[in-house]
């Protein structure tokens, strides 16, 4: 006979404590010993394993970085720079390098 099944985690803990404080046998031997099904058993030890894995992770926490999207922060600072007619226009994240290009660009025309 397979023995009873485990149901509920408090049983579950008990069972598999004592299992585990009969260190002379398995827990296979020890549940058919004590009348409980050794596959309920392994069941519930390999969901209270997950369980206590899930709840390290979220107690242990994570920093995140959080960076805002391009242009969901408030309206950017927007420079024009203006040669006759011509204009550039960038904004605070601009390229210095790419910036001198398109100056050498206007003023050239």
Known sequence: MAGRKIRSAADA???????????DMSRAEWAREHGIDARSLNVWR???GRRGT?????????LVELIPAL????????YVVRCGELAVEVDERFD???LSRLLRVVTAC
């Not at 242009?71 to 927007?78: K, T």
């Open 71 to 78: 242009g969901s922060a408030e309206a950017s600072v927007r």
């Open 96 to 98: 210095e390098a790419t």
């Open 13 to 23: 803990r008990a069972c598999l404590a004592a299992a585990e404080a009969a260190r």
């Open 54 to 62: 899930a709840a390290a992770t979220v107690q242990r926490g994570r």
């Open 46 to 48: 390999v969901n209270l």
